[in-house]
């Protein structure tokens, strides 16, 4: 990091574990936690991590937030734009937003890969080049729309 004058790093996973069995999918994220905040607290000055959610099951993902933040030190918290084949733009996931809001917390959406399950972009192999652009653009552009009365 010195030698590429990096100050800090976040880390994140690129694709989280969202498993459909509650308990795996808890026990999983957190021992991904429990690694990135040691990880981090060996290094404070130049590591931080994002909190990781079992997104498959929201009450057990609102105690993880809770857990992260007060337990763990994470700065802030990753999601994949999918879960388990889901937009993280529905409905479902609202509690989640509302509880991010009332912390402050800022959320960084990390690109499934999935190009949107378009045929399009996907049989053309645009999925890394158009697909995650367009991930994010859905999402925003579904959040958006959902402020709109």
Request: charged fraction near 20%; include cysteine; charge should be negative.
């Amino acid at each position: 990091m010195e030698d590429a004058g990096v100050g800090r790093q976040v880390l994140s996973p690129n694709h989280p574990p969202y498993l459909p069995e509650e308990a795996e999918c808890v026990t999983t994220v957190k021992m991904l936690n429990d690694a990135y905040a040691e990880f981090a607290r060996r290094y404070p000055d130049q590591i931080g991590c994002y909190v990781m959610l079992p997104l498959s099951h929201t009450d057990a993902s609102l105690r993880e937030i809770e857990r992260g933040f007060d337990g763990l030190g994470c700065v802030d918290v990753n999601m994949n734009i999918v879960c388990l084949g889901r937009s993280i733009a529905e409905t479902e996931f609202e509690l989640l937003y509302a509880e991010m809001n009332r912390r402050g917390a800022v959320l960084f959406v990390h690109p499934a890969g999935s190009a949107i399950c378009s045929p399009f972009i996907l049989d053309y192999n645009y999925g890394g080049s158009v697909g995650t652009s367009l991930e994010d653009a859905t999402f925003v552009l579904h959040m958006i729309a959902k402020q709109i009365p």
